[in-house]
């Protein structure tokens, strides 16, 4: 029970597709991630989100698209993906007032055909 | 740019084993590290947080040490168990909401 939810745990998508990945916490948090987590390769950090305003874009292509309607909801929209973009995708909260851990949820494996 | 490395990459001790993890980064301006497990298919489970203005933080069996000059940290696992077996991560804090990560020694603890 980690407190931090993900669905779908699996998606397989081709490279046309439209879908989202959703992540949801019930720790009461503030803060919300996106991380992207490819073979052999450290995290990165994609995106985050601070009482529902984007306060970080690492870069991040275009078609990734976040979504934070709200505290403790947190989407991030798929489309036109490419193969290289198959990986764990994680989302993470914490209690943004500084030296609290990241809680994480346990992903979405994404396979792009 | 912060760049964090996490030295061996694998590791393989026998049960009841006393072991260290290595972690270094290239810029001492943190905010903390972060020490995590991570399972496999699983996501990342938070060990020991050590604020900048610390030099160790322990759990249980595990002790982590931070020097902030010289850019290190490890993890110190004792009496390792087979249990122990996961891929442990290290995390720099470079604001409240960066975290820059290493990628990863993977411990295997053999009964």
């Known amino acids: 029970e980690t407190g931090v939810t993900q669905t779908p745990r699996h998606l397989v998508m081709g490279m046309t597709n439209k879908k989202s990945l959703k992540c949801e916490q019930h720790?009461?948090?503030?803060?919300m991630y996106w991380y992207k987590q490819s073979a052999k390769k450290p995290l990165e950090l994609m995106f985050v989100?601070?009482?529902?305003?984007?306060?970080e874009n690492n870069s991040v292509p275009s078609r990734f698209s976040p979504e934070c309607p709200n505290s403790s909801h947190l989407f991030l929209h798929l489309h036109t993906l490419q193969p290289e973009d198959s990986a764990l995708y994680l989302c993470?909260?914490?209690?943004?007032?500084?030296?609290?851990?990241?809680?994480f949820g346990d992903g979405t494996r994404l396979s792009i055909l | 740019k912060q760049e964090v490395t996490q030295i061996p990459a694998a590791l393989s001790v026998p049960e009841g084993e006393n072991l260290v993890l290595n972690c270094s980064f290239t810029?001492?301006?943190?905010?903390?590290l972060q020490w995590f497990r991570q399972d496999p298919g699983k996501g990342l489970t938070s060990l020991l947080l050590?604020?900048?203005?610390?030099r160790e933080q322990t759990s249980g069996r595990l002790n982590a040490s931070l020097d902030k000059s010289s850019g290190r940290s490890t993890l110190y696992i004792a009496a390792s168990q087979p249990g122990d077996s996961a891929t442990y991560l290290c995390?720099?804090?470079?604001?409240?909401?960066?975290?820059?990560f290493g990628s990863g020694t993977q411990l295997t603890v053999l009964p």
């Open positions: 050590i604020q900048s203005s610390q």
């Open positions: 810029d001492s301006a943190i905010y903390n």
């Open positions: 720790l009461g948090h503030n803060a």
């Open positions: 993470a909260s914490s209690q943004d007032r500084g030296n609290q851990p990241q809680h």
């Open positions: 995390a720099v804090a470079g604001s409240a909401r960066q975290l820059t």
């Open positions: 989100y601070n009482f529902k305003e984007q306060t």
